[in-house]
């Protein structure tokens, strides 16, 4: 089972995915390839597989990527091998995605795939606290970006099968690993009926 796990710059995705593979036997993540440099503390192949521009427009040419798109002025995709490998180990894979990404995985798998899509909401003026807090020097470009994004990326929440407000940490770990063990049951007892 692939999980979507969606919401704006700065709602928690790594915060929340890093819990629930700590948290369940079978979670696992799924990096994604982006040509932004590493963050404070970010390994390279853990959340991003971090390579060149010139290196990511190699792999859209050899068509490795379920898909991609250019998000905060950077390139960010899905790398077919890695996410066919990861569902072929049948581990259930959390993948933090923007929501074209989210739109473009379910045309492209959802008849293959069971995915479950989870969108997290934080309201505007604690998302720009969060984003001022995330670096010691917040770079006002970068923030007031993250922030354009906002209305566009509510306006896709339609996708998800799930949409929850992340104002408390625990409480939302604990929705979503709900969540997760619920559609396993229900794909579970689907599979035995049919």
């Known amino acids: 089972m692939l999980v979507l796990l969606s919401g704006v710059s700065g709602a928690g995705k790594d915060t929340i995915k890093k819990e629930l593979i700590k948290r369940m036997e079978n979670v696992t993540s799924m990096p994604s390839y982006t040509d932004r440099q590493p ?10 597989n971090f ?14 990527f379920y ?39 379910l045309r492209l798998l959802k008849n293959n795939i069971d995915i479950v ?50 104002d408390d940490l625990e409480k939302t770990v604990q929705i979503i690993m709900t969540i997760i063990k619920n559609e396993v049951k229900l794909k579970k007892g689907s599979v035995a009926h049919e």
């Open 117 to 166: 899509t989870i969108f997290l909401r934080v309201p505007k003026e604690e998302l720009r606290r969060r984003l001022e807090h995330r670096v010691e020097k917040a770079n006002v470009k970068e923030i007031e970006l993250r922030l354009n994004r906002f209305d566009y990326e509510e306006s896709k929440i339609g996708l998800y099968d799930y949409v929850i407000k992340n």
């Open 39 to 48: 963050r404070e503390g970010e390994i390279d192949g853990q959340i991003y």
């Open 51 to 64: 390579i060149t521009t010139e290196e990511f427009e190699k792999k859209i040419k050899e068509h490795e």
């Open 67 to 105: 898909e991609y798109s250019v998000h905060h002025e950077h390139y960010y995709g899905t790398s077919r091998k890695i996410l066919d490998n990861a569902i072929k180990s049948g581990k259930i894979i959390v993948k933090d995605i923007e929501v074209n990404g989210t739109e473009n995985l």
